[in-house]
C-alpha cells in the first residue's frame, strides 16, 4: 500500500488526524506521493470515496493523482472521488445540485461586454487619461474577483488605481449591468463558477458535503478560491504546498493564505517534508543559500537524501549575450546526457530567442514551452518570406503574408495584386516588377454567383499621375498594377519598397546580405512600426511608447539573431531549406528544453542551464516596479535551480551588442556563493 513507502515525515502528515493540516512540501520531497497516501489512509479507514474532495491546479495533476490511488483500490470506488481542478469541480457540483448552467469563454462574454460598454459616454470628462476599453475592463474586474472579497469594484479601483478615479462609478455601473445580463441568461464565466458555489455553500443545505478536501500548490491560492475552501461545510482539510515555491503573484495568487494559515486555525497541524529526493546536497545548498534571504514563513531545513560523487554548480561568465547563447548551445552539443534531461530555464523570451537560434545553427532540435518559439514570431516570419519570394517568385503564400501589412492592400486584395503581377510577369512577379507586360487592366473580374455571395468586383483603372509626386522611379511608375484604383498612396509606397528590395538584391549570394537588404529595407520598416505599435499599445486602446520602443528593440534583436545564424551558411537555397525543415521542429517532439520559470515548475531535470543572471534581467527591475517583489524574483530563482538533479550552470554576459548597455551580475549569484565581480 502507498503508506508502506513513506518516509516518517511522509507518513506522519499522510495519517494526521482529521482537522486543519498543512503540509510544507518543499521542491523534491515527494509531495505527490503523500497526498495518494493520505487519500489511501481516508478510505482505509472507513470514509467514503464520494466524502473526498481533491482540488489541484491543472487536471494533469488530478488525473495523475487518482491513476496512482487506481493501483491500490477498485475502479468504482476511485471513481467517486471528487477531483480536478477549482473550476472543474465548481461546474461538476452546480450541476449535481441542478442549478442551470451555461459556461461561456471569456472571449465571447466580452462581446455581451462590448454592447454594455458602448452604451456609457466617457467624453464628458476630463480625467487626463482614456477610459478602459471593454476588453480591459473585463479583464481588470476578473483579478478583482481573484484578488479581494470584501470592497466593491469601485473601492478596489480606487485602492489600485487613482487616475481612472472620475471613471469609477462608470465602470462599476457597466460590471453591475453585466452581471445582471449574464443572470438573465444563464451565461457564467469561470470566476462566476466559483463565486456561485460559494453562494450556494452558504445556504447551509447539506446538498455538498465532503469530510476531507485534498488542496495541491496551496500557495498559489487566490483570494477567491480561499474563500470558496472557507465556505464548505467541512472539519478536515489537508493543504499541501510551500511558500518557497508561490511565483503567480501576477495571476491573483495570495502567498498571505498559506502564511497565515496558523493563525486562522486555532488547531492547526504544521508537518514539513524535510528530505529531498532529486537534487543533489550541493544544488540543493546552493538554492537554500538565496531562499533563506526572503523571510521564513514556517521553518524548514532540507536534508539530501542522494549519495555518490555530483559536479559542484558552476559559474558561466561570457563577454557578450549572445557569444553567451552560442557557447552554452555549443556545451550542450558535447553533454553526455540525452536531449530530453536538459533544460535551459529562462525569466525573460528574449532569452529564448537567443537560445534556440543557436542550437538550431548546430542542428539541435529543441522543444519551447512557457512562451512562443523564435521562428514563429512575425517579424522573423516576414524576414524569411521576403527572402523566399527573392528566391521563389512564385510563393504566393509568402507574398501575401508580406502585403497584408500594407495599408489599404490586406490579406484579400494582396492574393488579387499576386495574380497580377504573375499575369504581367508571366508567372515571374520579378519579371513583373521589371519587365512587366503591358495589360491594360491585369485583374481579373469575379463571376457573378449569387448563391455563394459573390457578385461582380469591377476594378477601376485609376490614374497613374496621383503617384507622380511620391518619387517613384519611371520604370516602376509604368507598371500596369498601379493602374488599380484600389491601391492608395500607402499601399503603392509599401509595393515601391518591395520593389527596391528585390531591386538592390540583384545578385546578391549570401544569405548574410539577403538577411541585411530585408532587415535594411522599407518594407521591414514599416512591418516593424506596425507590430511594434501593436505589442505597445494597451489593453485600454491608449500606446504606451516606452511599451512601443522596447517592442522595437525586440524585433532589432531577433533580425540581428537571425543574421548570426545566416554567417554560417554559403548559399540562401541552404539556408531557408534549413530553416523551413527544422523551425517546425522547435516547439514540439524531442529534444532540449527550452522553458521559462514557470513552465519549469514541477518538472526536474539532469541537466539545468540557467541563463541571463545579469541585475535587471533576472531579478526583472522592471516587472518589481509593476507590482512584482525581489521576494518572488528570488523565489522564481529557488524554483529554476530546484528543478536540477544533478548538474547546474548559471551564466551571464557583461555586454549586450544590439542595445549597447553593460551588464552587471544578478545579486543571486552573489547570494549564491559566487564572487562575479
Do not use: M, Q, W
Given at each position: 500500500m502507498p503508506l508502506s513507502r513513506l518516509n516518517p515525515e511522509q507518513l506522519s502528515a499522510a495519517t494526521a488526524p482529521f482537522g486543519h493540516n498543512l503540509i510544507i512540501a518543499s521542491a523534491g520531497t515527494g509531495k505527490t506521493s503523500t497526498i495518494v497516501a493520505r487519500i489511501a489512509h481516508l478510505l482505509q479507514n472507513g470514509v467514503k470515496p464520494e466524502e473526498i474532495l481533491l482540488l489541484t491546479f491543472t487536471n494533469k495533476a488530478a488525473n495523475e493523482m487518482i491513476e496512482r490511488v487506481a493501483r491500490f483500490f477498485d475502479n468504482e470506488t476511485v471513481k467517486r472521488i471528487e477531483s480536478g481542478t477549482f473550476h472543474a469541480i465548481s461546474y461538476k457540483l452546480l450541476k449535481k445540485i441542478g442549478k442551470k448552467i451555461i459556461l461561456k469563454q471569456p472571449k465571447e462574454l466580452k462581446v455581451l461586454l462590448k454592447a454594455i460598454h458602448a452604451k456609457r459616454r466617457f467624453d464628458h470628462i476630463d480625467a487626463g487619461v482614456r477610459a478602459y476599453q471593454y476588453s480591459y475592463l473585463y479583464d481588470i474586474f476578473s483579478l478583482y474577483q481573484n484578488s479581494e472579497v470584501e470592497l466593491s469594484f469601485s473601492e478596489w479601483l480606487k485602492k489600485n488605481d487613482s487616475e481612472h478615479s472620475a471613471y469609477f462609478d462608470i465602470y462599476e455601473d457597466i460590471m453591475e449591468e453585466f452581471k445582471e445580463e449574464k443572470r438573465a441568461f444563464g451565461y457564467v464565466d469561470f470566476n462566476d463558477l466559483l463565486t456561485l458555489l460559494r453562494d450556494e455553500l452558504a445556504k447551509d443545505e447539506g446538498a455538498i458535503f465532503f469530510k476531507e478536501i485534498l488542496i495541491d500548490e496551496y500557495q498559489d491560492t487566490n483570494t477567491l478560491q480561499g474563500s470558496l475552501i472557507k465556505a464548505f461545510k467541512c472539519s478536515s482539510i489537508f493543504c499541501v504546498g510551500d511558500y518557497d515555491q508561490s511565483i503567480y503573484a501576477f495571476n491573483g495568487a495570495n502567498i498571505k493564505i498559506i502564511g497565515t494559515f496558523k493563525e486562522r486555525y486555532a488547531d492547526a497541524n504544521i508537518f514539513t517534508l524535510d528530505k529531498n529526493y532529486r537534487s543533489s546536497q550541493m544544488i540543493l545548498s546552493l538554492a537554500n543559500r538565496v531562499i533563506e534571504k526572503n523571510p521564513r514563513l514556517y521553518p524548514k531545513e532540507l536534508k539530501v537524501t542522494r549519495s555518490g560523487e555530483f559536479e559542484t554548480p558552476k559559474l558561466l561568465e561570457y563577454s557578450e549575450l549572445f557569444e553567451q547563447y552560442q557557447a552554452i548551445s555549443d556545451k550542450i552539443s558535447h553533454s553526455p546526457s540525452a536531449p530530453h534531461e536538459i533544460a535551459v530555464i529562462f525569466r525573460n523570451n528574449s532569452s529564448a530567442d537567443g537560445i534556440e537560434a543557436s542550437l538550431r545553427e548546430l542542428g539541435i532540435k529543441c522543444k519551447r514551452k512557457g512562451s512562443s518559439s523564435f521562428f514563429d514570431s512575425r517579424e522573423v516570419k516576414a524576414i524569411l518570406d521576403m527572402m523566399s519570394l527573392f528566391v521563389n517568385p512564385k510563393d504566393m503564400m509568402a507574398f501575401i503574408h508580406i502585403f497584408e501589412y500594407a495599408k489599404g492592400v490586406g490579406a484579400a486584395f494582396s492574393k488579387e495584386l499576386f495574380d497580377a503581377l504573375l499575369l504581367i510577369g508571366e508567372g515571374d512577379i520579378k519579371k513583373a516588377f521589371f519587365e512587366p507586360k503591358d495589360v491594360e487592366n491585369p485583374f481579373k473580374k469575379r463571376v457573378k454567383n449569387s448563391q455563394l455571395g459573390l457578385f461582380d468586383d469591377i476594378h477601376e483603372v485609376g490614374s497613374v499621375g496621383r503617384?507622380?509626386?511620391?518619387?517613384?522611379?519611371?520604370?516602376?511608375?509604368?507598371?500596369?498594377?498601379?493602374?488599380?484604383?484600389?491601391?492608395?498612396?500607402?499601399?503603392?509606397?509599401?509595393?515601391?519598397?518591395?520593389?527596391?528590395?528585390?531591386?538592390?538584391?540583384?545578385?546578391?549570394?549570401?544569405?548574410?546580405?539577403?538577411?541585411?537588404?530585408?532587415?535594411?529595407?522599407?518594407?521591414?520598416?514599416?512591418?516593424?512600426?506596425?507590430?511594434?505599435?501593436?505589442?505597445?499599445?494597451?489593453?485600454?486602446?491608449?500606446?504606451?511608447?516606452?511599451?512601443?520602443?522596447?517592442?522595437?528593440?525586440?524585433?532589432?534583436?531577433?533580425?540581428c539573431l537571425l543574421k548570426d545564424l545566416s554567417k554560417n551558411y554559403k548559399d540562401i537555397y541552404g539556408f531557408l531549406n534549413a530553416l523551413t525543415l527544422g523551425s517546425g521542429e522547435m516547439s514540439e517532439g524531442e529534444g532540449i528544453n527550452l522553458l521559462s520559470i514557470h513552465a519549469s515548475k514541477g518538472l526536474e531535470f539532469k541537466e539545468v542551464y540557467i541563463v541571463d543572471l545579469m541585475d535587471g534581467r533576472f531579478p526583472n527591475r522592471k516587472l518589481m516596479s509593476m507590482g512584482g517583489s525581489l521576494e518572488e524574483e528570488r523565489r522564481l530563482f529557488y524554483v529554476a535551480t530546484t528543478r536540477a538533479k544533478d548538474r547546474l550552470f548559471l551564466s551571464f554576459a557583461r555586454y549586450d551588442r544590439v542595445k549597447k548597455i553593460d551588464y552587471v551580475p544578478s545579486q543571486f549569484l552573489d547570494e549564491a556563493g559566487f564572487k562575479a565581480v
Open positions: 503617384f507622380y509626386s511620391l518619387g517613384f522611379d519611371e520604370n516602376f511608375l509604368a507598371n500596369p498594377i498601379l493602374k488599380n484604383s484600389k491601391i492608395n498612396e500607402e499601399g503603392a509606397r509599401f509595393i515601391y519598397g518591395f520593389y527596391r528590395f528585390l531591386k538592390e538584391c540583384r545578385g546578391v549570394k549570401l544569405p548574410s546580405s539577403l538577411v541585411e537588404h530585408a532587415v535594411n529595407s522599407s518594407v521591414f520598416e514599416e512591418i516593424t512600426n506596425i507590430l511594434s505599435k501593436k505589442r505597445g499599445t494597451l489593453k485600454d486602446g491608449n500606446v504606451d511608447k516606452k511599451l512601443v520602443d522596447e517592442a522595437r528593440e525586440r524585433i532589432k534583436r531577433k533580425a
